[in-house]
């Protein structure tokens, strides 16, 4: 049963526990939040969002995470960040937070089946690459079909490969990937790229780089691994197959920050705004990792975000205990 509460923005649930600190996100970021103040004594809830672990469950193996020499796969890094945490007894819900209310302490944090409140929250929910839309995209993610050319690229040598997108990101990948590529294509959407003006002559200037433009991605095929893609013509609706061995996807990321609209400040494309490194426009709500970061976007960078939110924690919690107590 619940009731609703006119103060506060969210309906209140019987079953209610209280925590030091929340974390919403179990990617990187939030789990090494969760390491860094369960082992500091705060008693910590990690609530997982709707992808257990993040972004690294959909990769295969990762060569860049430091103190793996010979790789590790993304579900078993995960999976052992987890059981890091919950070894200082951080507890990890998997669960999905769907309201928040931060205008009122102890803050409120609602999931699909229990209430929380805490003292203070740690947002880790990260962005989610956009995605073409293609049933066949789905198939073959993570085998020939990725969102990172930092994290796969290197598992691409010697391949035919197409990059989709126009923006800066499109193009860092494109030129990235010829380190290793035999070539690149550029399928692109328009006939004109929305990257910045020095990405565009690199990328023009690169010889392992071509454009194919005004075109779409319809389908991705193959056996094991991708081998066959085939484009359209937005104007002349002709097709085109391609045999490649690998198709990166870059048109974008979106941050996952549809719960605190409302808030928190977020920036003209919906990422978290931070002051003083993890703070966000609330006092007592800290940022880390991708949801605020849009520049660089790896594992180890949100695992440091993580690291430096939970310390935040550790010092506005002993600072608000000092003040309530003197
Ligand atoms: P973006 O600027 O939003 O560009 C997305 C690209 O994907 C656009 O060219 C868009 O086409 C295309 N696109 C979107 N949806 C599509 C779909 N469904 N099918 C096919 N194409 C689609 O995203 P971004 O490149 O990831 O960059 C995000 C932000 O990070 C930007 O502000 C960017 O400047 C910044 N960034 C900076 C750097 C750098 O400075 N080194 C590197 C990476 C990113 P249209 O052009 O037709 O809309």
Redesign the pocket.
């Known amino acids: 049963m619940m009731a609703t509460d006119i103060k506060s923005d969210i309906p209140k649930q019987e079953k209610k526990r209280k925590y030091d600190v929340v974390i919403l996100g179990s990617g990187p970021a939030g789990l090494t939040a969760a390491i860094y103040t369960a082992r500091a004594k705060l008693q910590t809830l990690v609530i997982s969002g709707n992808l257990p672990g993040g972004q690294l469950m959909t990769t295969s193996d990762v060569e860049n995470f430091p103190g793996f020499p010979t790789s590790i796969l993304g579900p078993e890094l995960m999976m052992n960040i987890r059981q890091q945490a919950e070894r200082f007894e951080a507890v990890v819900l998997d669960d999905i937070a769907t309201q928040v209310d931060f205008k009122h302490e102890p803050f409120r944090i609602l999931t699909t089946s229990t209430e929380f409140e805490t003292d203070a929250v740690i947002v880790a929910t990260g962005a989610s690459p ?1 995605k ?2 293609l049933k066949s995209e789905e198939t073959f993610g993570g085998k020939g079909v990725s969102y990172c050319a930092t994290c796969d690229g290197p598992f691409f040598k010697d391949k035919d490969l197409i990059v ?7 193009l ?1 990948e494109a030129i990235f990937l010829t380190k290793f590529a035999k070539n690149v294509k550029l399928v ?3 006939d004109k ?4 003006r020095i ?1 565009q002559e690199r990328a023009f200037d690169n010889p392992k780089i071509d454009f194919l433009w005004n075109s ?1 991605i319809t389908d991705i095929s193959g056996d094991k691994k991708v081998h066959v893609v085939i484009t359209q013509d937005v104007e002349s609706n002709e097709t085109r197959k391609f045999d490649v061995g690998g198709i990166f996807i ?4 979106d941050p996952n920050t549809q719960i605190f609209k409302g808030q928190l400040d977020m920036d003209d ?1 919906n990422y978290l705004k931070v002051r003083n490194h993890t703070y966000t426009s609330v006092e007592g709500v800290f940022a880390a990792g991708d949801v605020h970061d ?2 660089y976007r790896q594992a180890v960078t949100a695992a440091g975000f993580g690291c430096m939110a939970a310390i935040d924690v550790v010092k506005y919690l002993e600072e608000k205990h000092y003040k309530s107590t003197n």
Do not use: M, P, Q, T
């Open positions: 956009r073409l839309g989709v997108g126009g923006g800066d990101s499109a860092e692109h959407r328009r790229l929305r990257a910045s990405l779409v870059a048109i974008g990321h494309i849009h520049r």
